[in-house]
T-cell receptor
Framework: DAGITQSPRHKVTETGTPVTLRCHQTENHRYMYWYRQDPGHGLRLIHY???????DKGEVSDGYSVSRSKTEDFLLTLESATSSQTSVYFCAIRQGEFEATEAFFGQGTRLTVV | GQNIDQPTEMTATEGAIVQINCTYQ??????LFWYQQHAGEAPTFLSYNVLDGLEEKGRFSSFLSRSKGYSYLLLKELQMKDSASYLC??????????WGAGTKLIIKP
């Protein structure tokens, strides 16, 4: 199994509070992704990173920010959590972007905003 | 826009065969992936197709027709543990993964 872990696995937070989710990999893969998964929508890309300090927005980036200060860690921050951000969040890694390589996923973080 | 369509839900019987279809319209094509996702778990890689034709891996096979923008995942000798969602994803011209909403497969005894 690919070495990718997410923390926390579950979190309940209040509306308006900041929240940070962590993704840690031991594979030294260059590309890292944050997705959210909601019923009926499949996986939607929030942000991705193609190297240390190199990140870009996905299709649902509003209200989220990311940081990657080390190859192995990719952080997702909800600046001020809203109920619409209640979701399951998955981190994924890929060895190379401009290659046909599969993505490996972390176990997910279930976030509830109350 | 980019679009991937899969049936929302399918039901099949243990021991039978089921085919899950995926049609896509994307900006470019660099391959198509199938993933399996059990409830409450992460997606796991099943197969990858980039050329037309059938790829077989044990009980699972995946087919691709690039001219038709169409793929299917074929599951044979269904087992109860095959109950899961099956996700289709296309690698577009920028090598970004575009995901379908997934097909929930229910296996009945």
């Amino acid at each position: 199994d690919a070495g990718i872990t997410q923390s926390p696995r579950h979190k309940v937070t209040e509306t308006g509070t900041p929240v940070t989710l962590r993704c840690h990999q031991t594979e030294n893969h260059r590309y890292m992704y944050w997705y959210r998964q909601d019923p009926g929508h499949g996986l939607r890309l929030i942000h991705y990173s193609y190297g240390v300090k190199d990140t870009d927005k996905g299709e649902v980036s509003d209200g989220y920010s990311v940081s990657r200060s080390k190859t192995e860690d990719f952080l997702l921050t909800l600046e001020s959590a809203t109920s619409s951000q209640t979701s399951v969040y998955f981190c994924a890694i890929r060895q190379g972007e401009f290659e046909a390589t599969e993505a490996f996923f972390g176990q997910g973080t279930r976030l509830t905003v109350v | 826009g980019q679009n991937i369509d899969q049936p929302t839900e399918m039901t099949a019987t243990e021991g039978a065969i089921v085919q899950i279809n995926c049609t896509y319209q994307t900006s470019g094509f660099n391959g198509l992936f199938w993933y399996q996702q059990h409830a409450g778990e992460a997606p796991t890689f099943l197969s990858y197709n980039v050329l037309d034709g059938l790829e077989e891996k044990g009980r699972f096979s995946s087919f691709l027709s690039r001219s038709k923008g169409y793929s299917y995942l074929l599951l044979k000798e269904l087992q109860m543990k095959d109950s899961a969602s099956y996700l289709c994803a296309v690698l577009d011209s920028n090598y970004q993964l575009i995901w379908g909403a997934g097909t929930k497969l229910i296996i009945k005894p």
